[in-house]
């Protein structure tokens, strides 16, 4: 059973530089109570993808003929990307789709109650009465750990520490019990004792509604300690796809080894860290063919700066769905 | 407590097959000696008179060509301390000690050439590539400024061989030089920020988060320049930090912070192999893994960080600590050193070694 299906998402970005490609040719499925974690770096477009969801990238974007985005819901399949008016969007936002941001703090009305807005939310999506509103709201503080949720309740989004506003957060969105949950680096702006914390909590509440989750992070710790699995994404491409165990133990797109190099591991403190040569580049240098060639330690001249490889299972592999994006993917003599 | 304990702790106390010491002398640079930093704040009718302990009681000693971490969460004074070594910030109580071999300092009584002499000897490095860099200036006159500001230099063409050398060993060419800092990605401005900061040959930097900003792949390369430069020239390193897995790779010592009290500091190695602090272990425990199959076992910390403005009595970690007993809510424990360079601040340290 499939509850999104995103098809060939491709997002550019109309600036006064010209057209930016955010998003391309972008496709994933989840299931009911399925963690995708989509990973990448600055300018990889996993944040834009997430909002794409809910329709909520500004209005110069534009998705092109091809992209499809599919929620299927008990009423039957909507179609995302053709929903046109606030009203339609109330569907997706807020109602099916809920989303917790990186800073929490940005994401609550600071002159509002976190109860106000907690039932203002659930009068309009669930129908409820302010009483029954109120009810659950506190249930759900008390739900995420919140101590004395009611005495909570009634406070402002400033007055509680980080910590406590990304459960705020959590409880809020799973309120209005969304069938899909979108988090957008839920953890990065907490400390990482209380990380650990938000992490468990999220997997418990996974466990327990059930429903889809997309969790966005820069952090392949995070991503290897929530996900089922993995989409891995570097300026707007997805490079690789697959369990999470087989791609972070066995990563096949130079770029995904190449992060994993990259980061500082405990276990093995003498490991030299290697990074990723050379730096990003501007989207608006984006490279042709293969977008990570111009960083790539196996490129090939006249092949990846030609040819856009294609998302291809890797052999060895296949029952388990992992696949990348690579030329030199599945060639035993590319290395020759 | 129970007497059963024998002197003889661990393994590794005292142990002369432990040689983690770090490769630099143990000739300090800086040292710190019981180090007290309270700002005020409020100033309204309730909250006149109010201090917030942003460090207390620490005592430190930094080495000279060492690679220091300093790490901690939001609030534990880290920041603060940094800055009171490059002498930005009042010191309450306390002395810092600066002694690079050709000059001593003790920072709390520097005089006004003195201090004008140190600031060309103690550098900083920023966390934020893109607000440390002025977008009008050109690269070239962003690295120069220190030594024009510092008059470290006489003339143009000694400032321009001065930039041109300091900026080569960070990896940035002629050409860079002449463009502003727009045209440059967050690995490169730091490049330049480290370019800056070393340009005047201060003996001692902060970094403050200095790749906290950066992507996974570019961080690498931001440490191991750091790395190459201080070992180059034999530079003293303060690397603050929240995050243990960097500090862990890059640096030969390490302390830890938590509510402005240093709670553990060791030689690298020394610290991750054996945490003594229920806080160090925890922070340890906390750092998710890479392996999917691994969930760590240890004890994950209930319960939020304190207030720095209202810090609990006793041992500043009591509150969240699952090995707390009544002393700890009363009594803050002293900082006890062991002959190995490993310092603790726990009543229980030396029961919960036998706790895995």
Known sequence: MTLLSVENLTLEFDTDEGRITAVDDVSFEIAPGEVMGIVGESGSGKSVTAKSLMKLNPGNSVYSQRSRITLMLEDGPVDVLSLKSARELQVVRGGAISMIFQEPMASFAPAITIGDQMVEQLQLHRKMTKKAARDLSVEMLERVGISEAGKRFDQYAFELSGGMRQRAMIAMALSTSPKLLIADEPTTALDVTIQAQVIDLMKDLVAEYGMGIVFITHDLGVIAQTADHVAVMYLGRMVEHGPVRDVINHPAHPYTRGLLAALPDLEHLDAPLTPVPGDIPSPLERPSGCVFHTRCPIAKRGRCDVEVPAMTALEATIASNHSAACLALNDPHWMG | ?356
């Open chain 2, 1 to 356: 407590m129970n007497d059963s304990h024998p002197d003889a702790l661990s393994p590794g106390i005292g142990d002369a097959s432990f040689s983690f010491e770090a490769a630099s002398s143990t000739v300090p640079l800086i040292s710190v000696r019981d180090l007290a930093i309270h700002y005020p704040v409020g100033g309204g009718l309730f909250t006149k008179g109010m201090v917030v302990r942003a460090a207390e009681g620490i005592d430190l000693d930094i080495p000279r060509g060492a690679f220091y971490g300093l790490v901690g969460e939001s609030g534990s004074g880290k920041t603060t301390l940094g800055r009171a070594l490059l002498k930005a910030t009042p010191i309450t109580r306390g002395s810092i000690h600066f002694d690079d071999g050709e000059v001593s300092y003790e920072l709390a009584e520097l005089g006004k050439a003195e201090l004008k002499d140190y600031r060309k000897r103690a550098q900083l490095i920023f966390q934020d590539p893109y607000a440390a860099l002025s977008p009008r200036m050109t690269v070239r006159d962003i690295i120069a400024e220190p030594l024009e500001v510092m008059k470290i230099t006489k003339t143009r063409a000694e400032t321009d061989e001065r930039v041109r050398e300091i900026a080569a060993k960070c990896r940035l060419n002629l050409e860079h030089l002449r463009r502003f800092p727009h045209a440059f990605s967050g690995g490169q401005r730091q490049r330049i920020s480290i370019a800056r900061a070393l340009v005047a040959n201060p003996r001692f930097v902060v970094a403050d988060e200095a790749v906290a900003a950066l992507d996974v792949s570019i961080q690498a390369d931001v440490l191991n320049l750091l790395k190459t430069l201080q070992e180059d020239l034999g530079l003293t390193l303060l690397f603050i930090s929240h995050d243990l897995s960097v500090v862990a790779h890059t640096c030969d010592h390490v302390a830890v912070m938590y509510l402005g009290r240093l709670v553990e500091s060791a030689p690298t190695r020394r610290l991750f192999a054996g945490p003594r602090h229920p806080y160090t272990k925890a922070l340890l425990s906390a750092i998710p893994s890479l392996d999917p199959d691994h969930h760590s076992k240890a004890q994950k910390l209930t319960g939020e960080i304190p207030s720095p403005a209202n810090p609990p009595p006793g041992c500043k970690f009591h509150t969240r600590c699952p090995y707390a007993v009544e002393i700890c809510k009363t009594e803050e424990p002293p900082l006890e050193q062991t002959p190995d360079h490993h310092m603790v601040k726990c009543h229980r340290w030396k029961e919960l070694l036998y706790v895995s």
